[in-house]
């Protein structure tokens, strides 16, 4: 019977020990290596959330890029534009104020070659009148002669 006290007693102390070391040591190390296991996987969804976020943030960054070179190309062509009218605007300013340039010089030669005119009218009566003189070798009225004088020489200039 020793042998059986001994055996019901062995066994009485393993399952003392089997129930002690599972309140003690196994259900908190399960506790805690569940709890790592947590975290483990919670770092790896934030880890993935990241990697999601980080494709999302280029994904966005890349199309404000691309509306930034699209911004910075339409700036750049209506700039252009600016420059081509400003360019036009320019030279038409400047065909105009070469015509009036050459209008106006047209004007001052026309005037100039009247005022010649009207001085070698003046000449040529002077003359008129002194060759008059000398054929004549009598003094004429100079002033009725040099009216009459200009008279014939603006009908035979304008014929």
Do not use: C, W
Request: aromatic share 2%; net charge negative.
């Amino acid at each position: 019977m020793s042998l059986d006290l001994t055996f019901i007693g062995q066994i009485v102390v393993f399952l003392t020990m089997v129930i002690l070391l599972t309140k003690l040591l196994y259900t908190p190390l399960n506790d805690a290596m569940a709890a790592r296991t947590q975290r483990i996987a919670d770092g790896l969804a934030a880890a993935e959330a990241g990697k999601n976020a980080q494709a999302d943030a280029e994904a966005e960054a890349k199309v404000q890029i691309e509306k930034a070179k699209q911004t910075a190309q339409e700036i750049v062509a209506a700039a252009e534009r600016r420059a081509l009218a400003v360019s036009e605007e320019s030279i038409a300013k400047a065909r105009h104020d070469s015509e009036m340039i050459v209008q106006s010089a047209r004007e001052e030669a026309e005037a100039e070659a009247g005022r010649l005119r009207q001085t070698l009218r003046q000449e040529v009566a002077t003359l008129a009148v002194m060759a008059a003189e000398k054929i004549v070798e009598a003094e004429l009225d100079a002033k009725k002669h040099a009216a009459l004088i200009e008279k014939v020489i603006a009908d035979g200039v304008a014929a």
